[in-house]
């Protein structure tokens, strides 16, 4: 089992920046790929992004591609998103989530608790 703990949401003016990040605790080889999903107010979780830990180029949403990136610090077993050109539609909750699969297209089975993500207009 691995636990995962988000930090760094907060409020953002459209077209800023805001960098969030993930620590996974517990042991690490029950996870292989960390992905992030939001879920807007009233609607379903959707992906946002996902990588490996092993390394490898990570897969993107295309609502964010080009303006977010995953990223990942082995050594402290956490994983970031850096979000530039932000807009209101990315305003949501941003979940960390981590899969034991090697899979980019895989199902996560271990969930954070949630950062919260306003962009201003």
């Known amino acids: 089992q691995v636990h995962l703990v988000e930090t760094g949401g907060g409020l953002v003016q459209a077209g800023g920046s805001l960098s969030i990040s993930c620590a996974l605790s517990?042991?690490?080889?029950?996870?292989?790929?960390m992905g992030w999903f939001r879920q807007h107010p009233g609607q379903e979780r959707e992906f946002v992004a996902a990588?490996?830990?092993?390394?490898?180029?990570?897969r993107y949403a295309d609502s964010v591609k080009g303006r977010f990136t995953m990223s990942r610090d082995n050594a402290k077993n956490t994983v970031y998103l850096r979000m530039n050109s932000l807009k209101p539609e990315d305003t949501a909750i941003y979940y960390c989530a981590s899969s034991k699969l090697g899979s980019l297209f895989g199902t996560f089975d271990s969930w954070g608790q949630g950062t919260r993500v306003t962009v201003s207009s």
């Open positions: 990588i490996r830990w092993s390394g490898g180029t990570p």
């Open positions: 517990g042991d690490p080889l029950n996870s292989a790929v």
